[in-house]
């Protein structure tokens, strides 16, 4: 079995894949349908994701499962097909990675709130159970439980995944910037509380991703080192932060820009190093050309 933490070990940086929805809606994914889905439906399209960022020197690439819990698949009918859903989307990936390139199984939060009894402890705990358990059992070498903003949420699904699986967990969440130049979660979560509860539920790997650009990136990174100095760290960042032109949402940061910050984001700690909303396999080649230099 492959082991991330063994690579991380050697003193390797590695490097994961970009954004996956902009591709899918290039391919024709519509506003409304359901993403993963695709992995039964377009096989071909997700394909060609997952191997762009191959060919494009990623180390990591991850699988098109984000939204594949019971709970958010129950929006389109699909909540009796989550294992197969989630099958085939490590199945995919496993298959444009080959042997040598790192899957990891992508988990996002449900968008129920256990604060408002949306939904149960119980409930969230048994679909991360089953979508870990048909990633695991697709060929993905580790689990990603990604965008989290609520520390519980987050326990129960590393829990979960742990349960589920023998594979590396890693855990990842979306911080802003609020007043006194504080990192916070949408839900008040700080990077100290972050590491202090994932570790109390024994994830390998944490992180964050989404949210901000790269050059915030390295703050929270720092943040986070403040707290563990031994735990790897994951980024995913966006492209810098979004606008919007003409009704159409456009990413800043260049693949150059984005490179840039590549050295600084390794001085502050970081492991694994990829990009989230609005980066594509030029932002990967430029981060990978960075690394190897």
């Known amino acids: 079995m492959k082991s991330l933490l063994n690579e991380i070990k050697k003193g390797k940086v590695l490097v994961s894949d970009g954004a996956w929805g902009t591709f899918l809606m290039k391919r024709g994914l519509k506003a409304g349908e359901c993403p993963e889905y695709w992995n039964i439906s377009h096989k071909e399209d997700v394909f060609a994701i997952a191997k762009s960022y191959v060919d494009a020197g990623s180390d990591i690439i991850l699988t098109n499962s984000f939204g594949g819990s019971p709970y958010k698949l129950k929006h389109f009918d699909l909540s009796e ?5 989630n099958k085939q989307a490590a199945l995919i990936s496993r298959e444009a990675a ?4 790192y899957v990891l199984g992508s988990i996002g939060p449900t968008g129920a709130m256990l604060i408002m009894n949306e939904i149960t402890e119980s409930e969230l705990y048994d679909g991360f159970f089953l979508q870990a358990k048909a990633l695991m059992s697709g060929g ?17 699904a590393v829990k979960a995944a742990k349960d589920a699986t023998n594979l590396e967990v890693a855990c990842t969440f979306t911080f802003d910037k609020v007043a006194n130049n504080e990192f916070k979660t949408i839900m008040g979560v700080s990077p100290k509380e972050v590491i202090d509860a994932i570790l109390e539920v024994n994830a390998d790997v944490i992180g964050t991703n989404c949210g901000i650009g790269f050059e915030l990136m390295i703050d929270i990174v720092k943040e986070l080192r403040k707290y563990n100095s031994t735990i790897p760290i994951l980024v995913h960042a966006n492209a810098g932060l979004p606008i919007f032109n003409n009704n159409i949402i456009e990413y800043p940061d260049t693949p150059e820009i984005m490179g840039n910050f590549v050295p600084k984001l390794v001085e502050a700690g970081a492991n694994i190093i990829g990009g989230c909303c609005g980066t594509t396999p030029d932002h990967i080649k430029a981060i990978v050309r960075v690394i190897k230099n």
Do not use: R
Not at 81 to 85: H, K, L, W
Not at 140 to 154: G, P, S
């Open 98 to 101: 080959g042997e040598n390139i």
């Open 81 to 85: 097909n989550a294992f197969e859903i």
């Open 140 to 156: 993905v070498d580790a689990i990603c439980i990604e965008t989290m903003t609520d520390i519980n949420e987050a326990k129960i």
